[in-house]
């Protein structure tokens, strides 16, 4: 019998830093130690009532409980064609240029499997959400990581690796407001993009699974540039808008081209969310938005905690515009310890996790991700539990 080290797409994938952190993290809760876990992206409020209880009541019918549609119920599609219009001004076609997705990451994935070839190549922000370049990696793609602390870094090399690649890139790809650095853009970056990806007759495939998760100005879509949607892919989730993670619940939207591709790689591979979910996402889309509003003011809530609190016990975090993440360098005194050293020791000596940065990227070196996902007294115990780990270090 093979090993798993003799599978080729296996062995494309580097061992998951995350997943050190997670074994020291279990280890240290089965010691009894009460770990503060800044360290997983998951939305820690409840679904408001509406959605659940249009989730309950669809459930309850015996005929829902049957196969849904790969692509989306069409009144699930044409209610995220109402939240684009609404949001964003855009036009969208529920029938040729949206479909539903299993969260935005399977979407990815399964859009990287659609539009791929081995040897593809794929331009990609590093630091990055994994699924963003290791989508194509395992479809067999060639990705070229471009340093993106922020979005005006991005932009200046896009231009220069794409004219220098062998082959051609097949697509770049975007992610704003980003994860893990929390960054954000105008519409005028868009515009750029979208330039430079007619210039060198790339895909553009945006990820706003942010977009209603931002503390200053609503961030835009790609698809408001004029012509976007000729290139353009925009995928995102309703798991952090609504507190909806564990209902795997995304869309992408955009280029007829690509949606079609997607839709005909999902019709092999899935059947759909379950239908009674679809029907609770159209209540969240269509429904009440306050509770989006609320959704929205706690995480400034906490952002603004976390800043001032961390920032007193002496750990500077830079304020994050939009996202539910903070984006950290490491203390003073523990640059050199690299961030990955950095998170196992604040574990074992202050209880806290937190994300390392090299697990997003070569370029998140130097920085920790902070998610949050812990209310306001968590918060504050984390930073008396800093204070004195950062003197006893002193």
Avoid at 104 to 128: R, Y
Avoid at 217 to 235: F, H, R, T
Avoid at 372 to 379: C, T
Wanted: proline share 7%; hydrophobic share 40%.
């Amino acid at each position: 019998m093979r090993s798993d080290s003799e599978f080729y797409r296996i062995q494309r994938l580097p061992p998951y830093v995350f997943e050190t952190v997670n074994q020291l993290k279990a280890k240290l809760r089965t010691e009894g130690a009460d770990i503060i876990d800044f360290g997983f992206g998951n939305p820690d409020m409840e679904t408001p009532k509406h959605i659940i209880d249009k989730l309950v009541e669809t459930a309850r019918k015996p005929r829902t409980n049957r196969y849904s549609s790969s692509k989306g119920i069409p009144g699930l599609r044409a209610s995220y064609g109402r939240y684009y219009k609404r949001r964003f001004d855009v036009e969208l076609d529920p029938e040729t240029e949206i479909i539903a997705t299993l969260g935005s990451k399977e979407g990815f994935a399964n859009l990287a499997q659609a539009i791929s070839a081995p040897g593809d190549v794929i331009l990609a922000p590093n630091p990055s959400y994994p699924i963003h370049p290791f989508g194509f990696i395992i479809a067999g793609g060639t990705v070229r990581h471009i340093k993106a602390l922020n979005p005006e870094q991005y932009l200046q090399s896009i231009d220069a690796i794409a004219q220098n690649a062998i082959p051609k890139p097949l697509a770049v790809i975007t992610c704003f407001p980003a994860n893990p650095t929390a960054e954000t853009c105008d519409l005028n970056f868009y515009r750029e993009v979208v330039k430079l990806a007619r210039k060198h007759e790339m895909y553009v495939l945006s990820d706003l699974a942010y977009s209603e998760i931002y503390f200053e100005d609503p961030p835009p879509s790609i698809l408001q540039v004029d012509g976007a949607k000729d290139i353009c892919v925009e995928l995102s989730t309703l798991s952090k808008t609504y507190a909806m993670a564990g209902w795997r619940m995304g869309f992408a939207v955009g280029s007829p081209k690509l949606i079609g591709a997607l839709t005909r790689m999902k019709s092999y591979l899935d059947y759909g969310a379950y239908t009674p979910i679809q029907v609770a996402a159209c209540a969240a889309l269509d429904g009440p938005q306050d509770c989006v509003d609320e959704i929205r003011q706690t995480y400034k809530t906490r952002r603004d905690v976390l800043v001032d609190t961390f920032g007193r016990a002496g750990w500077e975090i830079p304020l994050p515009k939009a996202s539910m993440f903070a984006w950290a360098p490491l203390p003073p005194g523990f640059t050199e310890m690299g961030s990955l050293a950095f998170a196992e020791t604040l574990m074992r000596e202050a209880h806290i996790a937190v994300a390392p940065g090299v697990g997003f990227g070569e370029y998140g070196e130097g920085f920790v991700r902070i998610a949050l996902v812990e209310n306001e007294q968590r918060i504050r115990q984390a930073a008396r539990n800093i204070g004195q780990f950062l003197a006893a270090r002193s």
